[in-house]
C-alpha cells in the first residue's frame, strides 16, 4: 500500500474508532471534543481511485440546514 493509502486508511478507521466509543456510555466527551475534529483535520487527501472518475463531492442535493 502506498505511504498516502496507508495515513488515509489509518485516519479514517481512527474516525471510525473514535465514533464507535462516543456511542459507549461514560465516553469522556471533552476528549471526543479534542480529538474528533483534530483527526478530522490531518485526513489527508483521498487517494487515487477512492472516487469515481469525474466526482465532485460539491455536487449534489441540498440537505436540510445546508446554505443554498
Sequence with gaps: ??????????????????????????ADDDFIEAVGPSLAASLPEPPPGTFPPGYDPTEGPDYPGEPS
Design 1 to 26: 500500500m502506498c505511504p498516502d493509502c496507508d495515513d488515509f486508511a489509518r485516519t479514517v478507521l481512527m474516525l471510525g474508532q473514535l465514533a464507535l466509543y462516543a456511542d459507549m456510555f461514560g
